[in-house]
C-alpha cells in the first residue's frame, strides 16, 4: 500500500486522493463488522455464561441449605434435645420433691396424732377452742362453788333469827339495797363485789357504829389462778372471812391495841399493811391471865400481843378462857383449825380509815343540808370524819371457813365459837378502862413511833434533796468534769475504805 501510495503520489495527486477515500472506506467497513462480531461474540458469551450462571446460584443455594440442616441436625438438635430431656426431668424431680414431702407430713401427723384421722389440719384452732371451752367451764364451775359457800354462811349466820347477827344487830344486809346476791338473788344477805368477793353490813348495837363482814375466797373462776394454786400449793390461798367491828368515836381509848391468835398468823399480821403500825411498833408479847398458882390459862398454841400485861388480863375474861381460849377449850373446838388472829386497833395507826366506812354518816349529814351548804362545809364535814376516824377503833376477826361440802348446817357447827365470841369481847374491849400508868406508856409509845417516822421521813427527804442537788451539778458539768469528779469520789471511797494504817515498832 505504502508503496502505491507512494507511486500515486508521485504519478497523480488526483488519484492519490481517490485511492485514500477509498481505502479508508474499506477500513472502516471491516472496523465496524470486526466490531459487530466481536459484539455479538461478547453477547452470545455473556448469555451462555448467565445461563450457567443462573443454574449454579440455584445449585449453590440448595447447597448452603443442605449445609444448614447438616449442622442443625449435628449440632442444634443435640442440644434442643438436652434441653427439653432437662426441663422434663426437673419437672419430674419437683413432682418427686412434693409428694416426698407430702409423704413425710402425712408420716408426721400420724406420730402426733395416733387416733385422730390423717385430714386433721385445724389442730392450731382445735386447741384454741379447747383453752376457751375449758376456761369458760372453770369460771361456771368456780363461780358457783364461791356462790355456795356464800349462801351457806348467809344461811347459818345472817339469815336465822336465831342466828349471833340477828339477835345482836337491829339489821343485817346488803351495802345497798339495789346490789345483787349471790347468783343474782335479791333476798340475800350479801352483795356481790366479785366472783370472789361479798360484803354484807350489819348495824344497831351499842358501842358499834357497824359490822362489816366480808367474804374473801379462792379465785376459782380464773383459770391461771387454779394452775398455779395446782402448780404450788403452799402459796395457794385459802377461803377466808373477815369481821370488822367499827366502835363509836370516843369508846376506845389509846393503849387498847392488842392481837391474839397463832404465832404464824402474829407475823404475817405484823408484816401486814394492817398490823404493821400498831401491832409490830406498840405491842409486847404477854402470857395473859393466870390462875392462882401462876400458870398460864390461854392455850399454849396461842400468842398474846398488848400494849401491857394489865389490858391481856382485861380482855381475855372468864367467859372467853371457857369459851375458847382456855388450853383444854382450845384444843377440843372446832374452831381451832380455822382461827387465824383477832386484831384490836385504837383507830391511831390508820386502820380504822382505810375501809372508808367511817366516812358515811358524814357524808350524810352532808347531803342532808343541802347543795349549797355542802360545798361550803365540805373540808369541814372531812376534817369531821378524819377526827371520828383518829378517835374511832375497830375490832377484826380474821377466820378460815370450811368447804361447801359441809353446808349450812356444818358452818354452825364449826364456826359457832367464833361467831358467839364476836359480841363479848366487842363488849370487853369497850369496856376496859386503862389507868394511868397505861395512858402514860402509850401516849409515850406513840410519842417515840412519831418521832421515829419523822426522823425517817426527814431522812428520806434530806437524800432526795441531795440527790435532786448532786443531778442538777452534774447536769452543769461537761463530760470531762463529770470524769474528773468520778475519779475524785472513787479515790474518796478507796481512801475512806482503805482505813487507818497502824505502825507498830519493834
Not at 401491832?279 to 398460864?296: H, M, N, Q, S
Not at 372531812?382 to 370450811?402: C, I, M, Y
Request: glycine fraction near 8%.
Amino acid at each position: 500500500l505504502l508503496s502505491l501510495v507512494g507511486d500515486s503520489d508521485e504519478d497523480d495527486g488526483s488519484g492519490f486522493a481517490m485511492a485514500t477515500t477509498h481505502v479508508r472506506a474499506r477500513g472502516n467497513a471491516r472496523f465496524v463488522f470486526v466490531s459487530l462480531c466481536i459484539l455479538a461474540l461478547f453477547a452470545l458469551v455473556q448469555g451462555a455464561h448467565a445461563a450457567r450462571g443462573g443454574g449454579g446460584t440455584e445449585t449453590t443455594l440448595d447447597a448452603q441449605q443442605a449445609l444448614e440442616d447438616k449442622f442443625a441436625e449435628d449440632f442444634e438438635a443435640p442440644i434442643y434435645k438436652a434441653s427439653q430431656v432437662s426441663m422434663d426431668t426437673a419437672a419430674d424431680v419437683e413432682v418427686e420433691r412434693k409428694a416426698l414431702s407430702a409423704k413425710q407430713r402425712l408420716a408426721q401427723r400420724r406420730r402426733a396424732n395416733l387416733h385422730a384421722p390423717p385430714v386433721f389440719e385445724w389442730r392450731y384452732e382445735g386447741v384454741g377452742l379447747l383453752a376457751v371451752v375449758v376456761y369458760v367451764l372453770t369460771y361456771l364451775r368456780g363461780n358457783a362453788v364461791n356462790r355456795e359457800i356464800a349462801r351457806a354462811f348467809d344461811v347459818a349466820f345472817l339469815t336465822k333469827t336465831s342466828g349471833t347477827f340477828r339477835k345482836q344487830f337491829h339489821e343485817v344486809g346488803k351495802l345497798a339495797d339495789t346490789d345483787p346476791g349471790p347468783g343474782g338473788r335479791r333476798s340475800s344477805n350479801f352483795s356481790k363485789e366479785a366472783p370472789d368477793e361479798f360484803k354484807c353490813w350489819a348495824t344497831g348495837r351499842r358501842f358499834l357504829t357497824g359490822t362489816l363482814v366480808t367474804l374473801k375466797l379462792q379465785k376459782r373462776h380464773d383459770l391461771f389462778h387454779v394452775i398455779n394454786a395446782l402448780s404450788n400449793p403452799a402459796l395457794a390461798t385459802k377461803d377466808t372471812c373477815v369481821v370488822e367491828c367499827f366502835f363509836n368515836p370516843g369508846v376506845v381509848q389509846p393503849g387498847t391495841c392488842f392481837a391474839i391468835g397463832e404465832l404464824s398468823h402474829i407475823k404475817n399480821l405484823e408484816k401486814s399493811n394492817k398490823g404493821k403500825l400498831d401491832v409490830a411498833r406498840l405491842c409486847d408479847t404477854f402470857a395473859g391471865p393466870k390462875d392462882i398458882g401462876g400458870r398460864r390459862r390461854v392455850s399454849s398454841l396461842l400468842t398474846v400481843k398488848a400494849e401491857s400485861q394489865e389490858l391481856a388480863c382485861d380482855v381475855l375474861t372468864d367467859v372467853s378462857l371457857a369459851a375458847l381460849f382456855g388450853e383444854k377449850t382450845f384444843s377440843e373446838s372446832a374452831s381451832e383449825r380455822f382461827l387465824k388472829t383477832i386484831h384490836a386497833a385504837c383507830g391511831d395507826g390508820g386502820s380504822a380509815s382505810s375501809t372508808g366506812v367511817l366516812a358515811q354518816p358524814a357524808l350524810e349529814k352532808v347531803k342532808e343540808k343541802g347543795d349549797g351548804d355542802a360545798e361550803d362545809d365540805n373540808d369541814s364535814s372531812k376534817n369531821e370524819v378524819k377526827k371520828e376516824a383518829q378517835n374511832s377503833g375497830v375490832l377484826r376477826f380474821t377466820f378460815d371457813l370450811p368447804s361447801a361440802d359441809v353446808g349450812a348446817d356444818g358452818y354452825e357447827r364449826i364456826l359457832r365459837d367464833v361467831i358467839d365470841l364476836i359480841p363479848h369481847l366487842v363488849d370487853a374491849v369497850a369496856r376496859v378502862r386503862l389507868s394511868e400508868q397505861q395512858k402514860t406508856n402509850a401516849v409515850k409509845r406513840r410519842k417515840l413511833v412519831t418521832e421515829e417516822d419523822f426522823k425517817l421521813s426527814l431522812k428520806t427527804h434530806q437524800k432526795e434533796n441531795a440527790d435532786k442537788r448532786l443531778d442538777k451539778k452534774m447536769d452543769a458539768m461537761s463530760d470531762k468534769e463529770k470524769a474528773k469528779w468520778r475519779e475524785k469520789q472513787q479515790k474518796k471511797l478507796l481512801k475512806k475504805g482503805a482505813g487507818k494504817s497502824l505502825m507498830r515498832k519493834g
